[in-house]
């Protein structure tokens, strides 16, 4: 079960979880970051050095975050504003660089 970033990170983005990351599955959007469910190997080591508590595993999300789960994999499976194709699965995200956007759902939050 992969870990997924909720709604605390939103205007937080302080990167520390992705310094943590073995794989570099964390990407950065426009206003939270998102972890690619498809590169996550499930290790835990980003969620103690959250400050603000965004990041657990999928089944363990916050009480009324649970869209966030659905919400990390749409950001790599459906097509971002302004791009042309989905995400995918990139192979970490110094491949990308910073995406800039957020999803529909986080940007309407
Ligand atoms: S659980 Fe591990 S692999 Fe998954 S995002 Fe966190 S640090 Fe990266
Ligand atoms: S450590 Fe937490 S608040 Fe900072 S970027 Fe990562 S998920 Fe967002």
New binding site residues.
């Given amino acids: 079960m992969?870990?997924v970033i909720a709604s605390p990170c939103i205007d937080t983005m302080d990167r520390s979880?992705v310094e943590?990351?073995?794989?570099?599955?964390?990407y950065e959007g426009g206003r939270k970051l998102y972890?690619?469910p498809k590169?996550?190997?499930?290790?835990?080591?980003?969620?103690p050095v959250c400050p603000v508590e965004a990041?657990s595993q999928d089944r363990r999300v916050a009480e009324g975050d649970e869209e966030h789960v659905a919400d990390n994999a749409r950001f790599f499976a459906e097509v971002l504003p302004g791009r042309d194709e989905p995400l995918g699965a990139p192979g970490g995200a110094h491949r990308t660089g910073e995406i800039g956007v957020d999803t529909p759902f986080v940007s309407g939050l």
Avoid at 20 to 26: A, Q, R, S, Y
């Fill in positions: 992969p870990y979880c943590e990351c073995p794989v570099d599955c964390i972890i690619n590169e996550c190997i499930d290790c835990g080591a980003c969620e990041i």
